[in-house]
């Protein structure tokens, strides 16, 4: 069971994540992009610090990231939790 009165701190770990992501090549795969919605999902709720981290990430992504792939999927997130 998870304990809503406590704040998650998930969007921390995605934050730290994304950084490893971007080092890694400089780039955001669609399989890292999944990673990182799997940690901002995994409590099953989305809040808005997770969804500011999302924000930042998209706003970082460059044209050679954004895919017809990672475009729908990005364009997907955004519908389905308001980002």
Known sequence: MVDT???SRDYL??????VHCFADDGKLLIDELEELISIATRDGVVDNNEKRVLR???SRLSPAELTPEMLERIQQLRLE???
């Open 5 to 7: 009165t406590k704040e």
């Open 13 to 18: 770990e995605m934050a730290f994540r994304s």
């Open 56 to 58: 930042n990430i998209f």
């Open 81 to 83: 939790y308001k980002i």
